[in-house]
C-alpha cells in the first residue's frame, strides 16, 4: 500500500453507526445487570436518534424487549446474533481507515488487554459481523495487537497514543517505537505522532488507554483529564501528562489549545477498590457527544468543557456509574463505525 493515500479518520467525522455489544448474564455484569443494561438503553435511545445502533448479542428476542418496554422503536437499531465475553467493543472491533477514499476495516488482535482477560470470542466479533455480511466495506486482519482505546487521530497524519499501552510487552512484545511507528505510518498513514509518557487512572485494566485521559478534538484542540487535588494519588502524573501535552505540536508546528476536564470524587467498588471515573471517555457521533457522568458535583463542568469543544453538537450525559464498577466507561462500550462501513 501507498501510505499517502492512507488515512486514519477523526472519530467527529461523519458515522453509519456504533457498535454494541449487549451484556449479558454469563458475563461479569451478573450482579448490577438491571443497572448496566439500563445504561444501554439509555445509549441506544440517544445513538438511535442520530444514526444507526449495531448490537451484537446471544440473545436478540430479549434485546428487542427490552427496548420495546423502553419504547424504543427505531428503523436504525440493528441486531446480529453473536456470542462474546464481554462488552467493551471499543477495543476488540474493525478500526476504518480510508484507503483512496473508500472505507477499508481492519481487524486487529485482541487479547484481552495485554492477556488479563478471556478474549476468544471477543476476538472473532468482527469475523462473525463480516461472516453475516454486516458490513459494506472490504475488512483485512491485521497481526498486531492493537486496541481502539488506545488510540487517537485527528484525521489528518496525527496519533495520540500512550506508551505504557502500546510498549507492553504483552501484546506486541518483538515490537519498538520505531517499529511501531513504521506500521502507523504505511499502514495508517500516520506522520506525527504524540507519544505521552505519563498518566494513568486507578482501577483502569488497559495500561493507560489514552482515550481514559487526553482526547483529540476539532480544531487543534485536546481536551484531558486533569487532577487539582495535591493530596490524590493521580496529580504528579496527570501533571506531567499536562505539562507534556503543553509541548506537543500539531502536524503543521502549532500548539494545542488544551482544555482540562475537572476531577471527579473518588469512587470504589464493594472492596475498596477504586474505579477509573473520567470524563474523557465521551463518544462523538453525528451531530452529539454522549459524556460519562457520576452523580458528581463536577459532572456540570465536565459537559461545559465537552461543550465548548463541540460548540455545534448537542451534548448529552450519561450516567456511568454503574459502568465504571467494572473498569471501563461509556467510550470503551462503542465502537463507531465511519461513513460507508455499514450495509
Not at 477495543?91 to 483512496?100: A, F, H, N, Q, V
Not at 495500561?207 to 493521580?234: F, K
Not at 450519561?318 to 462500550?333: E, F, R, T
Request: hydrophobic content about 40%.
Amino acid at each position: 500500500m501507498n501510505h499517502a493515500h492512507i488515512r486514519l479518520p477523526a472519530e467527529w467525522e461523519h458515522q453509519d453507526g456504533i457498535l454494541l455489544s449487549w451484556p449479558t448474564i454469563d458475563s461479569d455484569w451478573v450482579d448490577i445487570l438491571d443497572e448496566i443494561e439500563q445504561v444501554f438503553v439509555q445509549l441506544v435511545k440517544q445513538i438511535s436518534r442520530f444514526e444507526r445502533v449495531v448490537i451484537v448479542t446471544a440473545n436478540i428476542d430479549h434485546i428487542l424487549q427490552r427496548l420495546n418496554q423502553e419504547n424504543i422503536h427505531s428503523d436504525n437499531i440493528k441486531c446480529y446474533a453473536i456470542d462474546m465475553n464481554d462488552t467493551w467493543t471499543r477495543d476488540c472491533g474493525p478500526i476504518t481507515l480510508y484507503r483512496d477514499g473508500k472505507p477499508l476495516l481492519y481487524d486487529f488482535g485482541f487479547n484481552g488487554w495485554g492477556l488479563k482477560f478471556t478474549s476468544d470470542k471477543d476476538n472473532q466479533m468482527n469475523h462473525h459481523l463480516a461472516q453475516q455480511h454486516a458490513f459494506s466495506a472490504p475488512m483485512i486482519s491485521q497481526p498486531l495487537i492493537l486496541e481502539g482505546g488506545s488510540i487517537e487521530s485527528d484525521g489528518q497524519g496525527t496519533l495520540l497514543t500512550t506508551s505504557e499501552c502500546l510498549l507492553s510487552r504483552n501484546r506486541n512484545p518483538s515490537l519498538n517505537t520505531s517499529q511501531l511507528e513504521h506500521f502507523f505510518s504505511t499502514q495508517m498513514g500516520i506522520h506525527n505522532f504524540l507519544w505521552l509518557e505519563h498518566g494513568y487512572l486507578a482501577g483502569d485494566d488497559t495500561d493507560s488507554h489514552i482515550d481514559t485521559l487526553a482526547r483529540l478534538c476539532p480544531n487543534n484542540t485536546i481536551v484531558y483529564t486533569a487532577c487539582d487535588d495535591r493530596t490524590d494519588e493521580h496529580f504528579v502524573t496527570l501533571k506531567a501528562m499536562e505539562q507534556q501535552l503543553a509541548e506537543f505540536r500539531t502536524i503543521d508546528g502549532s500548539p494545542y489549545q488544551l482544555l482540562p476536564l475537572p476531577w471527579p470524587q473518588a469512587q470504589f467498588d464493594h472492596d475498596g477498590e477504586r474505579l477509573p471515573a473520567t470524563y474523557a471517555n465521551f463518544l462523538i457521533i453525528n451531530g452529539a457527544v454522549l459524556v460519562p457522568i457520576y452523580d458528581d458535583p463536577a459532572d456540570k463542568s465536565a459537559l461545559e468543557v465537552i461543550q465548548s469543544a463541540f460548540p455545534a453538537h448537542e451534548i448529552i450525559g450519561i450516567n456511568c456509574s454503574a459502568v465504571i464498577i467494572q473498569h471501563g466507561s461509556l467510550h470503551c462500550l462503542t465502537m463507531q463505525l465511519p461513513q460507508g462501513t455499514l450495509q
